[in-house]
């Protein structure tokens, strides 16, 4: 065709189809270096790719081991303390329905209650705790743990009254107290209470005295004074502190300052601390009277 549209001669028109085939070649060879460059971006790329992808599984299979691992840890551990409860007699299900309650609480309850909730949990886990240490200190005079203590009891109840606080025994919390010890000697526990006076002063504190110790014996208790300024002075040992045995096994006993004020309770089960309470008291309670003498009055 452009033989036949260029009237020129033979030479220069081999000069435009060899300049037409030049620029074509070189054209099919710029495209083809561009197209080789653009196919090696996309190459890198979909290896760059590739290789974050594959750190990304990586990782997320490394999280998902971690995750899984660690759930089978605290599923085992949950598996190995629930049969060490199982083991110990210890009742799993109540630890199940605390544990229960406890999430509920802590996920439904108002920020008081939640608040109050914790300390609950602290506390006991706190008791729990130091009485794996045979022994655990608390504060107050924890009339409740006394009565879930008495509730326990099996075999027996030695306990002292240092008879500072009169008017106790004329409370509601004492009479409750009084009807618990009650069930517990209907089941069969012997219960057995000392009061504990410095002396004999006034017939009208001697006539209260004999009216609680009525009422002690009314609910079945074996009750009995004893006046540390009328015993022998190798019988009268230090200072006494308001005690309670339980089972000849554990110790509740309650101590306060020198002006009879900030209580503080302490539950002990080494066996040297409560054998030393067990004999304080077998010493007492053989030197007891059965009631208060006679006092004249003061002119």
């Not at 971690?66 to 109540?94: A, C, H, I, N, Y």
């Not at 209470?193 to 110790?213: A, C, G, M, S």
């Not at 230090?238 to 020198?258: H, K, Q, S, Y």
């Amino acid at each position: 065709m452009l033989t036949n549209v260029i009237d020129q001669s033979q030479e220069e028109l081999w000069q435009i189809v060899l300049a037409v085939v030049i620029g074509g070649a070189a054209l099919i060879v710029q495209y083809m270096v561009d197209f080789e460059q653009r196919l090696g971006a996309v190459e890198t790329g979909q290896r760059q790719s590739r290789d974050e992808l594959r750190r990304d599984l990586a990782a997320q299979h490394r999280e998902m081991t971690e995750l899984v691992d660690r759930g089978f840890r605290q599923v085992g551990e949950v598996t190995d303390l629930f049969g060490k409860l199982k083991d110990s007699g210890m009742p799993d299900g109540e630890v199940k329905r605390l544990a229960r309650s406890a999430a509920r609480v802590g996920s439904e309850g108002q920020d008081f209650l939640r608040l109050f909730a914790q300390a609950e949990i602290m506390r006991l886990a706190k008791t729990m705790t130091e009485l794996t240490l045979e022994t655990a200190d608390l504060k107050g005079e924890n009339n409740d743990t006394l009565i879930a203590l008495t509730e326990c009891a099996v075999e027996s109840i030695h306990t002292t009254s240092s008879f500072v606080d009169l008017a106790f025994w004329e409370t509601a919390t004492a009479q409750y107290y009084l009807e618990v010890q009650r069930a517990a000697i209907q089941r069969g526990v012997k219960v057995k209470r000392l009061f504990i006076v410095q002396h004999f002063r006034t017939e009208e504190v001697n006539n209260k005295l004999k009216e609680f110790l009525r009422d002690q014996r009314s609910t079945g208790i074996e009750a009995g004074v004893v006046a540390l300024s009328e015993l022998p002075r190798e019988a009268r040992g230090d200072r006494t502190p308001e005690f309670v045995i339980f089972d000849g096994e554990l110790l509740f006993e309650m101590t306060t300052d020198a002006e009879q004020s900030y209580p503080n309770t302490k539950l002990d089960v080494r066996e040297d601390n409560v054998r030393r309470r067990k004999e304080r008291f077998a010493i007492l309670w053989n030197a007891r009277l059965e009631e208060p003498p006679h006092v004249d009055p003061v002119p």
